[in-house]
């Protein structure tokens, strides 16, 4: 869509300077051949509405928007002056919606702190499996999930609890 936008947007800078060293009068002319060439699309199109993508939309609402609100009533459109104002509202929402929405996405990460904190429990007692870390953790104060004590564990590449704590044959029959 941005780049379609740009395009309509190049090609009617383009029209517009076309349009410089043009008398009145031909302008005139083009205004008119225009507004009949609209009168027969109408006419075509037997009440069925016109469909227009988002950047022509876009592109309509940026170009007429500094019009007054009688000027547009007065002009020749496919659409209704108010439909024009309601897409130049749009483009306000999307670019606001756009700038206000956060960089990364999802919660925030977990502190280091508690991820040390985790892991280190963890490889001091490789018995414990994530359940009973959160449990280890709230006894502590630290209020975490244990569904993120177990993507902390997950992340370092730390295995369950029972296939860290699991001893041999040859473990305990080592000298």
């Excluded at 069925?48 to 020749?76: K, T």
């Excluded at 370092?156 to 029959?173: H, L």
Aim: proline share 5%; with cysteine.
């Amino acid at each position: 869509m941005l780049l379609r936008l740009a395009y309509l947007g190049v090609t009617n800078a383009f029209a517009m300077l076309r349009l410089l060293p043009m008398r009145d009068r031909e302008k005139d002319v083009e205004i008119l051949a225009l507004r009949h060439q609209i009168g027969v699309l109408e006419r075509q199109l037997n009440g069925q509405q016109v469909r227009f993508h988002a950047s022509d939309r876009a592109f309509l609402a940026s170009l007429l928007r500094g019009l007054p609100r009688e000027v547009l009533r007065r002009m020749r459109l496919l659409v209704r002056p108010d439909t024009v104002l309601r897409w130049h509202r749009d483009v306000i929402a999307r670019r606001h919606a756009s700038q206000s929405r956060p960089k990364r996405g999802g919660r925030p990460r977990t502190v280091y702190s508690i991820r040390a904190l985790v892991l280190r429990l963890a490889r001091e007692d490789p018995s414990w499996g994530y359940r009973r870390l959160h449990g280890e953790l709230l006894v502590l104060g630290v209020k975490v999930a244990a569904s993120t004590v177990w993507e902390i564990l997950k992340e370092a590449d730390v295995d369950p609890a029972p296939e860290r704590a699991s001893s041999t044959w040859a473990d305990t029959c080592s000298p």
